[in-house]
Every structure is written in C-alpha cells, then in structure tokens.
C-alpha cells in the first residue's frame, strides 16, 4: 500500500510524537531492563503508566515507571527538556552527600527513614532554577518533584497489594527523576552574591551533575503534629530526597546500587 501521507506531514507528526516524551520514557524503560545484568540483579519493571491515587487528597495520576529490586523501589518520572539545563544550587557549606530521606512500607506501616548511606554520593539541594521558565512556572520542577513524591508514597501504601512483586520485608520505596539534558551545579558563595542586585560573582563554578539530590519538605502534609513539634519540626517531617539523574547515567546509578541489601538499610529488620 501506498503510502499517502506527505513527507511534510510526517515529519509533523514525528515532531509531535517527540514532543510527548513518550519515546523518551519508552528509551528509559529500555535502559532499565538492561541495568543490573553484570551483577546478576537486574530491575523489575513493575509496571509503566503506573496508576495511582492518593486517598486523602483524591488526587491521582500516572506514574511513567515503577521498577523494583529488593529491598528499594523507585517511582519514575520522565523528563526531557528542550529549553536548557535544570540549575541547582549550592554553597560552599553543601557537600558531596550520602544521605536520603524517604518512606519505607511494610506488612503494616509506612515509616519515613533519613539514611546516611544510600550510594553514589551527590551534590544535594533545595533550590533549581529552570531557564526559560516564566514567573509563574519558576517552580516548576518543584510541582514535579511534589508530585512524584505523592505518587511515591501512594504506590507505597499499595505493597501489601502487591506482595506478587514486593514480598513480604520492608521496601524503600525513592521518587526519581530521569531526565535529559544533564543537570547542572551553580556553587554560589553566599558572602559575595549582592544584597542590591541578588546577583552572583561572574567566576561562580557551574558543573555538570549527572545525580542529584533534590531534598525539599515535598511531601504533603496530612495535618498531624507532634505533641510539642515546633515548626521547624514540622517542616523536616515533610522532607523527602528526590534524586535527578541524567538519563545516560541512568543504568551506572542502577548498577552502582547493586550492592545495597535489606541489612544495610533496614539494621537486620524485615
């Protein structure tokens, strides 16, 4: 059969399909069945376009990906920007980190745990700026990421569920961002940025930063306060580390986590 639509009219399409991402997220899926072998651990793909929906909000959605391998799950966003890289910030006093923070689910109760190794070590942060973005969308990657970390925990509320594809021990259960093109750093020293103009010195170090930790108080709150919490109390329950890798390196993260084991994690418990 001949083919009669026009190459012009093709190419337009294409251009919309790109414009979807969904070729983006279908490559990352790809990318995950593919990491691991090495070691002989590789990524369940527990599902993609994952649904999923948070009682107490009643908000719900897609997840892109959830992929599982004892004793961590990941929750998967997609993004591929056309509009130039994520900044993140940091300061001299922000170092190279091993912490996270995020929830763990077991047969009965989800935790939030802040671990102080969780391997490959990056810069973390809790500022990005998206270039291009106007005023009202600064915050954009911020929805993002809030979003995911509901998601996150609204897939890990589901485990005793899906105990076909968890079993039966306690899961870490992380929100992540895979996305393109690479992020940056901007290390800014804070002294010298001016107090008229917020503007920075010319020389400050931008990097490239194939992971990063992007911990902020994501998570929602649900209303219940510590007996004498204070604010800053408040705040901190809610943080969560989201971690944004750069789709190349994506299968060297998931490698590189090949050797995390339901003892380092969660002290010999189940």
């Known amino acids: 059969m001949v083919n009669q639509l026009s190459e012009e009219h ?19 899926e790809e990318e995950v069945r593919a990491a691991g072998g090495q070691f002989d651990g590789r990524w369940n793909i527990v599902g993609s376009e994952f649904p999923w929906q948070d009682e107490a909000s009643g908000r719900s959605g897609f997840a892109d990906l959830v992929i599982y391998r004892d004793p961590l799950c990941f929750v998967v966003e997609c993004k591929r920007r056309s509009g130039g890289n994520w900044v ?46 106007a005023t009202d969308n600064r915050r954009s990657l911020e929805r993002i990421a ?26 870490a259960f992380v929100p992540l961002i895979v996305c393109r093109p690479t992020p940056v750093v901007l290390e800014v020293d804070l002294i010298n940025v001016s107090l008229e103009e917020g503007t920075v010195p010319p020389g400050a170090a931008i990097t490239l930063a194939p992971i990063v930790r992007f911990r902020k108080a994501f998570a929602v709150d649900r209303g219940v306060v510590r007996d004498g919490a204070h604010a800053s109390d408040i705040a901190e329950d809610r943080e969560r580390t989201v971690f944004v890798v750069d789709a190349s390196e994506l299968r060297s993260f998931l490698d590189e986590l090949w050797h995390i084991k339901r003892n380092n994690l969660f002290g010999g418990g189940s």
């Not at 093709?10 to 919309?16: A, D, I, K, M, V």
């Not at 929830?103 to 270039?131: L, Q, R, T």
């Open 146 to 171: 809030s979003e995911l970390v509901l998601a996150t925990e609204s897939v890990a509320h589901l485990r005793t569920r899906l105990a076909d594809h968890f079993g039966e021990g306690r899961i």
């Open 10 to 28: 093709q190419n337009g399409l294409r251009s919309h399909v790109v414009a979807s991402g969904f070729p983006f997220q279908m490559r990352v």
């Open 88 to 133: 993140f910030l940091t300061t001299p006093r922000s170092r190279t980190r091993r912490h996270a923070r995020f929830c763990v689910a077991g047969k009965n109760a989800i935790e939030v745990f802040d671990y102080a190794s969780f391997d490959p070590a990056s810069p973390e942060a809790e500022y990005c700026v998206v270039p291009g973005s």
